[in-house]
């Protein structure tokens, strides 16, 4: 069974307005400047909102946009903490052992990438958008996924990857 803290919180358009405003300040030609995002402290708001998230009443498209923000603001941040690095690789279990907890979960970035986006939903354009803050990855886009737009942002960072 799942426990959630008291400050739980559902996820509204203010999560992603603020996931917008940390991208635009941090994120530059599809590059994120760690060094300016491990020292904000909009994004230790935004990873604290991830973790206390309650999605039990959002739509399809409000969790979707909510774990791919909450995937890539994660990587930033892990990132971030071992800043400088020549890329997440070099961090020992980076994606199948580091711990996160996103809506009271505790689970790997692989988790959250097969378990709650590509066997629920099924979607290959997630692929896409989920970056592994590398060079070789598909570049982060300056904005933040929103679920009133999420198709277009799936199918629009698709068509750049490939």
Known sequence: MLFRSAQAQNIDKAFFDNVNSFLQNTVTDGLVNYEQASSDASLVTLIKEIENADLSNASDNTKKAFYINAYNLNVINLVGKSYPTGSPMDISGFFDSKKITVAG???????????????????????????CGGLGCPPIIA????PDRLDGQLTEQTTKAL
Do not use: C, I, W
């Open 105 to 131: 979960q505790s689970m790997t970035l692989n988790k959250l990438e097969k378990e709650s986006l590509l066997k629920p939903y099924g979607d290959a354009r997630f692929h896409f958008v989920l970056v």
């Open 143 to 146: 904005s933040a996924y929103e």
